[in-house]
């Protein structure tokens, strides 16, 4: 993984350039205030690098990829101290799609603000991020359950499968999911906006 050319730190958070899009992995399990799986929790994990250098690094990358967005034109719900600590750096910065693993379904988000809220119910010319979560490989399990209650959430799939993303042009592009059983759209939208 590229965390030594990005100025991130190993596998665990770094950045990279493909085509027009500028691609961000963040750590959302440890290393910022309150990380699910950091120190004292169950997992007593992370603080690889501090509490403030992932956020610091994520709000330097974002700032330069923004500062560059004419050169390369072109991240709710299951976990709450992730969204506190990144998404204020992810609308600042005007990132247009947040993906996400881990729960174990596909859901994806209409745009929202810093707060979470829903700041349109379509995708024409838009602000705030599209979150979209697939961790379609496996099935609700445990104490994981569908939350159909997020006025921010667009469509939620219970199947195995994966996204798709097709870049038309800088201001147009595709999302969809793939049904693994079908090899069908089970969702799709098409999003527009004007960065120029």
Same mark, same amino acid.
């Given at each position: ?20 899009? /500028? ?20 997992? %007593? ?5 501090? #509490? ?9 990358? #974002? ?7 004419? !050169? #390369? ?10 969204? *506190? ?16 693993? /881990? ?8 745009? $929202?603000?810093? %707060? ?9 010319? !838009?602000?705030?991020?599209? /979150?979209?979560?697939?961790? +379609? ?12 209650? *997020?006025? +921010?959430?667009?469509? *939620?799939?219970? +199947?195995?499968?994966?996204?798709? #993303?097709?870049?038309? /042009? ?20 098409? $999003? ?5």
């Amino acid at each position: 993984m590229p965390g030594d050319e990005s100025a991130g730190y190993k596998n665990m958070w770094y950045s990279f350039d493909y085509g027009m899009v /500028h691609v961000v992995i963040i750590n959302t399990e440890t290393d910022f205030p309150d990380a699910p799986s950091g120190p004292n929790t169950s997992l %007593n994990g992370g603080n690889f690098q501090g #509490l403030t250098q992932q956020l610091a690094w994520f709000e330097r990358d #974002l700032e330069a990829a923004n500062a560059n967005r004419d !050169q #390369l034109p072109a991240v709710p719900g299951n976990c709450d101290v992730c969204r *506190i600590a990144f998404e204020p750096f992810i609308v600042e910065y005007n990132v247009d799609f947040y993906f996400g693993g /881990h729960v174990h379904w596909y859901e994806r988000l209409y745009p $929202i603000d810093a %707060n979470g809220n829903p700041v349109s119910t379509n995708y024409y010319n !838009q602000t705030g991020p599209i /979150h979209v979560t697939n961790g +379609a490989g496996g099935a609700p399990e445990g104490k994981a359950s569908v939350d159909t209650t *997020i006025d +921010a959430s667009a469509k *939620i799939v219970s +199947a195995y499968g994966y996204t798709r #993303l097709e870049l038309i /042009h800088a201001s147009n592009a595709r999302l969809s999911f793939i049904d693994s059983s079908t090899l069908q759209e089970a969702d799709s939208v098409d $999003i527009f906006r004007n960065r120029q």
